[in-house]
């Protein structure tokens, strides 16, 4: 399973997904497991994180990247900095 990063996407592109209607979630320095049901694809506003799925390699991602994150991933979320995102899932 593997964390799909896009540095710095076009406005376009964003605007093509919609990405600015979506949900907002904030959350603030933190450490905690996470696991995905379905996927999610989001828009980091703020912040900066490192993602491990269990087993694999960490991801580093944040403010101005496009992520997404495929169902069923088992992971751990480490917030280096607060976190402010718009997100979706499939």
């Not at 592109?13 to 497991?33: A, G, H, M, Q, R």
């Not at 379905?38 to 992520?67: R, S, W």
């Amino acid at each position: 399973m593997e964390i799909k990063v896009e540095h710095q996407p076009s406005l376009a592109y964003l605007n093509n997904l919609d990405v600015f209607n979506w949900p907002i979630w904030e959350k603030e320095i933190s450490t905690f497991p996470w696991t995905y049901d379905d996927q999610e694809t989001c828009y980091f506003l703020a912040g900066n994180v490192i993602v491990t799925p269990n087993g694999g390699q960490a991801v580093k991602m944040g403010e101005g990247d496009l992520v997404t994150f495929p169902a069923g991933m088992s992971c751990t979320w480490e917030i280096t900095s607060d976190v402010k995102k718009h997100y979706c899932f499939d």
